[in-house]
């Protein structure tokens, strides 16, 4: 089993420049969450799905967008990159939205000029 | 606000017994969450606590005081490996994962 896969690991871009993460789970997941981790601080969360086409915004959901149309798949978009958006972004899925072990991808790092 | 509490960093020796404590002050309480994450690599999970008391799971345990908004992690046997940093989260009443920011543990030989 693949898991949680992200896609890319690595990522340069140009302010104003628009990019889209892709996460793949392959455990029939209902439940996908987007995450960035920036020193010092805790995960936040900036969006996330309880299921096939629905999504919700997190904690940090501003420039930021996302899709679940189908459900083994989690996407997040930039619209418009912004230095401050320069993170680890982390995918995650679980089983149960309260008690479930979250199962996180490799993670991908976006900085952004 | 919703906040979680963890020391920034700690450092011990291979073999010896390291305690990691996690406060949280957060609206609504449905459980606790102990990962591990290593350098550049992603969280993975340890552990869940929802009721008081101890959990304890080979090398590791963690422990949970509701009434004290307080729990801890216990690492016994210390391994090189070990060495990564250990992060805290709690379930709000809204059933949200609160995070800390993580406790960096330094294992020297």
């Known amino acids: 089993n693949a898991g949680v896969t992200q896609t890319p690991k690595f990522r340069v871009l140009k302010t104003g420049q628009s990019m889209t993460l892709l996460c793949a789970q392959d455990?029939?997941?209902?439940?996908m969450y987007w995450y960035r981790q920036d020193p010092g601080m805790g995960l936040r969360l900036i969006h996330y799905?309880?299921?096939?086409?629905?999504?919700a915004k997190g904690e940090v959901p501003d420039g930021y967008n996302v899709s679940r149309l189908k459900k083994q798949n989690f996407l997040l978009g930039l619209e418009s990159a912004a230095p401050s958006q320069t993170s680890v972004y982390f995918c995650?899925?679980?089983?149960?939205?309260?008690?479930?072990?979250?199962?996180f991808g490799e993670g991908s790092r976006l900085t952004v000029l | 606000g919703q906040n979680i509490d963890q020391p920034t960093e700690m450092t011990a020796t291979e073999g010896a017994i390291v305690q990691i404590n996690c406060t949280y002050q957060t609206s609504g309480f449905n459980g606790l969450f102990w990962y591990q994450q290593h350098a550049g690599e992603a969280p993975t999970f340890l552990s869940y606590?929802?009721l008081d008391g101890l959990e304890e799971k080979g090398r590791f345990s963690s422990f949970l005081s509701r009434s004290k908004g307080y729990s801890y992690l216990l690492l016994k046997e210390l391994q090189m490996k070990d060495s990564a940093s250990y992060l805290c989260a709690v379930t709000d009443s809204n059933y949200q994962l609160i995070w800390g920011a993580g406790t960096k543990l330094i294992i020297k030989p």
């Open positions: 606590n929802v």
């Open positions: 799905s309880v299921g096939e086409g629905t999504t």
């Open positions: 995650a899925s679980t089983h149960s939205g309260d008690t479930g072990e979250l199962f």
């Open positions: 455990m029939n997941h209902e439940y």
